[in-house]
C-alpha cells in the first residue's frame, strides 16, 4: 500500500514547515534553501554576507558561525523569524588549504576549523533542539566532507572537524531516535561552488594537475551540482525519507566507494 500522498508531484511536499539552513547564501547551501522554498518550506537562511544567488525567497539572517555566541543567536533569532522549527540543515563550513603540509596549520586556524566545521554544528542544533522536539516530524541533515583524507595534511584540519561531525551526528542520531527526531549526514564529492572551487584552484596547482584532469579521475567523470545535493537533503528531511536516521549518504559521482 502507498502511504504517500502523491510520490510524483513534489512541489507541496514541504508547505507548512519551517527551516533552518546555516551557510545558505551560496553554494550547496543555497541550492537545499531554493530547493526547500520551491517545494511549499519556509525558509531562514544564515550567512555573515549575502551573495549573487541568495534565494530571495528566504528570509535573511546574518550572522558568524565561527563562534559560540554567533552560533546560538543564529539559533535564536531563526526560531524567532519562523515561530518553531521542523528542520535543520547544519551546512555552513568550508576551508583554507595550507601547503606544503599540516605542519603549516597553525593552532588558530585548528581553532577556527573545528569552530566552523563542528562545533556551529553542535551549537546550533542545541539552541534549536527544543522546538525540534514540539514538531511532529524533524529532521536534521549535516553537511560533512569526502574525499578529504587523500589531500593528505593541506587540510587536516577541516578532515579532523568532519570526521567529529560524522561522529557526533551518529550519536546525536541514536539519542533522538525515541524522540523520532531524524539525523543524517550528507557527504558531497567535487561539487562547483565559490568555496569548493578555490579550494581545489590551490590544490590541484600543488600536485600539477588541471581541475579537468582531477575531475576525470571521478568515476562518473564530472564534478557535482549543488542541486544535486540539495535533491538528497530534500529527499532526507521529507516525509519519503521517514524511516532514515544515522547514515551518512554520499552524492559524490562514486568517488568514495570506487575509488577513496
Ligand atoms: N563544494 C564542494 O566540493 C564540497 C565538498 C565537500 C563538502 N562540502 C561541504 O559543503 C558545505 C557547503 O560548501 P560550499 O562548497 O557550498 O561552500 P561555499 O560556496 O564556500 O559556501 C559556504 C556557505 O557558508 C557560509 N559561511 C562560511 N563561513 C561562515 C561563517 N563563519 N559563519 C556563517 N556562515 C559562513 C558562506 O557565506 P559567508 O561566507 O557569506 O558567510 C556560504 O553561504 C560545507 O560544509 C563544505 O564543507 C563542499
Same mark, same amino acid.
Given at each position: 500500500m502507498n502511504t504517500f500522498p502523491s510520490k510524483l508531484d513534489l512541489s507541496t511536499e514541504f508547505a507548512g514547515r519551517r527551516a533552518l539552513v546555516t551557510g545558505g547564501s551560496r553554494g550547496i547551501g543555497a541550492a537545499v534553501a531554493q530547493r526547500l522554498l520551491d517545494a511549499g518550506a519556509r525558509v531562514v537562511l544564515t550567512a555573515r554576507s549575502r551573495h549573487?544567488?541568495?534565494?530571495?525567497g528566504a528570509t535573511f539572517l546574518e550572522g558568524d558561525l565561527g563562534s559560540e555566541a554567533g552560533a546560538k543567536a543564529v539559533g535564536a533569532q531563526a526560531l524567532a523569524a519562523l +515561530? +518553531?522549527?521542523d528542520i535543520l540543515v547544519n551546512n555552513a563550513g568550508g576551508t583554507r588549504v595550507h601547503l606544503?603540509?599540516?605542519?603549516?596549520?597553525?593552532d588558530a586556524e585548528w581553532v577556527d576549523s573545528l569552530n566552523l566545521n563542528f562545533l556551529a554544528a553542535v551549537r546550533v542544533t542545541y539552541a534549536v533542539l527544543g522546538a525540534l522536539r514540539e514538531a511532529t516530524s524533524a529532521s536534521i541533515v549535516n553537511v560533512s566532507a569526502g574525499g578529504v583524507l587523500p589531500m593528505g595534511g593541506a587540510v587536516a584540519h577541516y578532515a579532523a572537524a568532519k570526521a567529529a561531525l560524522n561522529n557526533f551526528s551518529r550519536s546525536l542520531a541514536k539519542e533522538l531516535a525515541p524522540a523520532r527526531i531524524r539525523v543524517n549526514i550528507v557527504t558531497p564529492g567535487a561539487v562547483i561552488t565559490p568555496g569548493g572551487d578555490a579550494g581545489r584552484e590551490v590544490l590541484t596547482k600543488a600536485i600539477g594537475l588541471t581541475k579537468e584532469q582531477l575531475f576525470a579521475r571521478l568515476p562518473l567523470g564530472r564534478p557535482g551540482r549543488a542541486d544535486e545535493v540539495a535533491e538528497m537533503v530534500a529527499f532526507l528531511v521529507s516525509p519519503r525519507g521517514e524511516?532514515?536516521? +544515522?547514515h551518512n549518504h554520499y552524492v559524490d559521482g562514486g568517488y568514495a566507494e570506487l575509488v577513496g
Open positions: 549573487a544567488d541568495t534565494p530571495a +515561530g +518553531g522549527l606544503p603540509n599540516s605542519e603549516a596549520i597553525s524511516w532514515i536516521t +544515522g
